[in-house]
């Protein structure tokens, strides 16, 4: 049942996500064999309706979320009470391999990315998966919120930063058809011509997800 559980959740079925809740309470605190858990599966699948749902069956029955869970459903108050309890939940791991700075900046909040940095988060740390990339990196592939971008760019983090496959933060700008998101980054010295590991550019990528507007504006950069 339980990882039916979490194909209920991903497909957004909130009415059969709340029955299986009343029928079994203890599947608000189920995690699968990576140690996610469901609450986080709702995020991580977009289902925002269910993740809602799912933070207050938690709530109702006591149990308090999470650095992880606080910084990616962007509840500052929860947030705050824990680094104000353990000020080391900002070095910590998620079990897949996420700091709460890169959750926060994936899909939380300006605030919450604000409360991890004025907190000691850093905005350099490289996630320990697969795609080994930093907060920065997450807020352009996902949450892509100006205001978060900037809060980590001021704190000092790297526009050129690399991960896994050679990519910076204004590859996800290019392939997201977001020239603003790409100015910004380039106005604190992304390089839009950076090639990745594959020689591929942020034109290339923006050509490929059927930007050509985007990839002629690439191309006549200076270099």
Same mark, same amino acid.
Not at 26 to 40: I, M, N
Not at 186 to 210: I, L, V, Y
């Given at each position: ?15 059969? &996500? ?20 469901? %609450? ?8 925002? =309706?269910?993740?809602?749902? #799912? ?10 979320? $999470? &650095? ?5 459903? /962007? +509840? ?6 824990? %680094? ?9 791991? *998620? *079990? ?26 850093? &905005? $350099? ?16 592939? #996902?949450? =892509? ?6 809060? #980590? &760019? !001021? @704190? ?15 590859? !996800? ?7 603003? #998101? ?11 011509? @950076?090639? !990745? +590991?594959? /020689?591929?550019?942020?034109? +290339?990528?923006?050509?490929? @997800?059927? @930007? ?6 690439? +191309?006549?950069?200076?270099?």
């Amino acid at each position: 049942m339980s990882q039916d559980f979490f194909q209920l959740i991903q497909r957004g079925d909130a009415a059969a &996500v709340g029955a299986a809740l009343e029928n079994d309470p203890s599947l608000a605190q189920y995690r699968d064999a990576q140690g996610v858990s469901a %609450l986080l599966w709702a995020v991580y699948t977009g289902q925002r =309706k269910v993740s809602l749902l #799912l933070a207050a069956k938690l709530a109702t029955l006591g149990i308090p979320l $999470d &650095v992880f869970e606080a910084a990616s459903t /962007g +509840d500052e108050a929860r947030l705050q009470a824990i %680094l104000g309890e353990k000020a080391s939940a900002v070095e910590e791991f *998620s *079990s897949d391999g996420w700091t709460a700075l890169h959750l926060a900046a994936a899909f939380g909040t300006p605030l919450s990315v604000g409360a991890l940095i004025f907190r000691g988060a850093r &905005v $350099d740390a490289i996630s320990q998966n697969a795609q080994q990339n930093q907060p920065l990196h997450a807020a352009l592939a #996902l949450g =892509k919120n100006p205001s978060t971008i900037e809060l #980590l &760019v !001021s @704190h000092g983090a790297d526009v050129n930063a690399t991960q896994a496959g050679g990519f910076t933060p204004i590859f !996800s700008a290019a392939a997201a058809n977001r020239i603003d #998101l790409a100015e910004m980054l380039m106005e604190h010295g992304a390089n839009p011509h @950076h090639a !990745s +590991d594959q /020689g591929k550019t942020p034109a +290339d990528f923006a050509r490929e @997800h059927g @930007h050509a507007e985007l990839a002629a504006w690439f +191309d006549s950069l200076p270099a």
